[in-house]
């Protein structure tokens, strides 16, 4: 069973931008200011362009497979199920981590307005969100829209109004503590962008997820940091280092000192809009990881379960839900940066990933959007994102170690036994060695991602190419020799003498050659009889010699049919024409390892397809 297609443009960009809106902005910035100064705007900034860098790696695998596990899934494919086992675990523990340390993060705001047990509320708003959730992706996704709409035009309000009532000598010296407490308080705020990888969670419930996806980040990245930027220069500006530095509520002091108590109390709104949203995404986002964690069969069956009713993973869902509420009662503080490290691990295996799926060839990866600057973008992620775990404290980094080792023995006890994942760091190992380690189970994975993301619909053309005879010749033959081994292959397909087949070939030939291009030919021929329609594909990377002009055609697509599938004849050739424009065509032609990928190279391609 499939999960439903639910979430567009807006919704994308909902879940990301509440993810990301909440400590990171309404608690972190009095923190940050103690360690750099007014500087922290540029921490802020700096820890912005890392998550880009990061941020269009992940776009990059999240267009190639769209599928629910986001990283878990694209690192398992990349670098084997141990790996993505490990991932796919942190990521949940981490991301469930910060949907409870949201709830609880109400506690300070909430107090501002009423005195109330702040563990009963998060409580009851967790079970609303499991409920919701559970319920669909787009019901979900409209609560997100809403809590997203308002949160944002709150602060909005705040930066117009809070613009006079900045005070520049509050930002005299900006760097106290010098460059490097800038830097490292990067690493410290990073956490505040951790949320922008949540939505590849959901992308297989995505809309046109290979469009939907990258540009619902990338705005979202953009509005965030913005809004990061231009809230903490007003905050900065309007309370100085005295009151900036020991605050819990610093957006909230900041609106009370231009904008009296009420304007104190609506910032703690925006605020409790920012924690619920950061909430309801975190449990959309983090019960997708041990649903597909299931599905590759290293977790019981159980987690993979889809709701009939619903189509959404109701177990996974609400099994989140139990442990973000036990969750509550935990002391968070050092969790919650041990999660902020898993994040930065993740953007790290992230980059490291599309240099492993690049390099490895694989043609049925095909990503929509591609990461610009390769693999320069992906060297300087890698780096600095280990700079930043280097700079974490070494509990957190313990507690990380020892969740890795966690999901190391799941695996090994469980998952190992369980599951034979082929992935794309066997392939790149096999052309190191020149040694064959893998089989075609990836590449035919990847292919149906594929004909899922692009809606593919088979029509009679593709139904002949599955099975079509594919000739894959290594070297180099006259015009006679490939007519005869061609007519030998196809002539049991349409009941005809191979002699007969020749003699039709080579008469079609002198009569007007069917060369289209140095590279390639299409023999076409009609043959007597009724209800017959063969299609024979041939590699020759040598070359076939059909003429002194044409010494070297490397790509053959050969058409025989009889006269009353004259209409299908026109439509395969109208199909080859389509195929053959494409500007990767040639190129993945003839790096094709199989005739099984030979044949992927066609059932992939762009092209209209006609449905009877």
Known sequence: MKLKKDLNLIGVFSVASGAMISSGLFILPGIAHKYAGPGVIISYLLAGVLAL?????????ATAMPKAGGDYFFITRSMGPGVGTIAGLLSWFSLSLKSAFALVGMAAFTHLIVHININIIAIILCIIFIFINILGIKEAGKVQIFLVTGLLALLLFYIVRGIPSVQVKSFEPFAPYGIKAIISTAGFVFVSYGGLVKVVSVAEEVKNPGKTIPL??????????????LVIFITVGVLGAGKLDNSLTPISDGAGVFLGFWGKIVLAVAAILAFISTANAGIMAASRYPFAISRDKLLPGIFGKISPRFKTPSFSILMTGIFIILSLFLRLDILIEAASTVIILTYMLSSLSVIIMRESKILNYKPIFHSPLYPYLQIIGIIGFAFLILEMGKLSLLITFLLILAGGLLYWFYGRVRTKQEYALLHFIEKIIDKKLTTYSLERELKEIIKERDTIVEDRFDKMIKKSIILDINKHILLEDFFTIASEK?????????STLFNLLMQREK????????????????????????????RCKKGIFFSKSHPKITTIFLLVGTRDERNFHLRALS????????????????????ENALRDVIL???????KH
């Open 511 to 538: 009569e007007s050659s069917t060369v289209l291009n140095p590279n390639l030919a299409v023999p076409h021929i009609i043959i007597d009889g009724e209800k017959k329609f063969s299609v024979l594909l041939t």
């Open 575 to 594: 199909a080859i024409a389509q195929i053959v424009q494409d500007e990767s065509f040639e190129k993945d032609w003839m790096q094709a390892e199989s």
């Open 216 to 229: 619902g980040m990338m705005l979202s990245l953009f509005v965030v940091s913005s809004f990061y930027a």
């Open 490 to 498: 196809i002539s049991p397909e349409i009941s005809i003498e191979p």
């Open 604 to 610: 992939l391609s762009e092209r209209k397809r006609i």
């Open 53 to 61: 860098i990061g941020m269009l790696s992940i776009a990059e695998l």
